[in-house]
């Protein structure tokens, strides 16, 4: 069975500084993805960030990057230079290389506070 | 394109009664998957269908059942509705055949009310 962990329940941030949000995960799949996902208020679930698991080389989407660990199975998102807009609910999400079910963390209410 | 849509937006209903979601995908997806989000239970996954087979199925009982059709529009059915399936209820869309991930798009949701 695949588990996603999100230890953060609630983090908030200052308007321009840094944040880092937490997710570890556990599986015995060698291939699969990594995402994250964005729901705003509005409760429409924007994806952030991909991530391959067979790449090693860890994703960015301008502000966004992550810090992929696979062995310690471990997928954090950093968003720099933080903005208004960021505040949202944000998910990790796991999905096996092969099949389209998504494995969700129970989320990460991020509050940007100017 | 247009993106996914789900219809209705919000629904209410009592108990006992029966409701069908509805969500038509991305133009030229295959494939529609069903998620129900709770306080408590978070994001959990309902079913995928893929070209009008359902290829997946979550740990949901047999009231929650969906088909999809020939142009790839999904509904989703919840019969003898309980207090506990109050909920959003999101559908995905996505071009993903077998192996490869597809990027998923969400739709906005379906809100269901049961009193």
């Known amino acids: 069975a695949q588990t996603v962990t999100q230890s953060q329940p609630e983090m908030s941030v200052q308007e321009a500084e840094t944040v880092t949000l937490s997710c570890t995960y556990d599986?015995?799949?060698?291939?699969?993805?990594l995402f994250w996902y964005k729901q705003p208020p509005s409760r429409q679930m924007i994806l952030v960030i991909r991530q391959e698991a067979y790449k090693q080389q860890n994703a960015t989407e301008n502000r966004f990057s992550v810090n992929f660990q696979k062995a310690a199975k471990s997928f954090s998102l950093k968003i720099s230079d933080s903005q208004l807009g960021d505040t949202a609910m944000y998910f990790c999400?796991?999905?096996?290389?092969?099949?389209?079910?998504?494995?969700f963390g129970t989320g990460t209410s991020l509050t940007v506070i100017p | 394109k247009a993106g996914v849509t789900q219809t209705p937006r919000y629904l209410i209903k009592t108990r006992g009664q029966q409701v069908t979601l509805s969500c038509s995908p991305i133009s030229g997806h295959r494939s529609v998957s069903w998620y129900q989000q709770t306080p408590g239970q978070g994001l959990q996954f309902l079913f995928e269908y893929f070209s009008e087979t359902q290829r997946n199925k979550g740990n949901f009982p047999g009231r929650f059942s969906g088909r999809q059709f020939s142009n790839s529009r999904s509904e989703m059915n919840v019969s003898t509705l309980e207090l506990g399936d109050s909920a959003l209820y999101l559908c995905?869309?996505?071009?993903?055949?077998?192996?490869?991930?597809?990027?998923?798009?969400f739709g906005p949701g379906t809100r269901l009310t049961v009193l």
């Open positions: 999400a796991f999905m096996k290389h092969a099949g389209n079910q998504f494995y």
């Open positions: 995905a869309s996505s071009s993903r055949t077998s192996s490869g991930s597809g990027e998923q798009f």
């Open positions: 599986t015995s799949e060698n291939n699969y993805y």
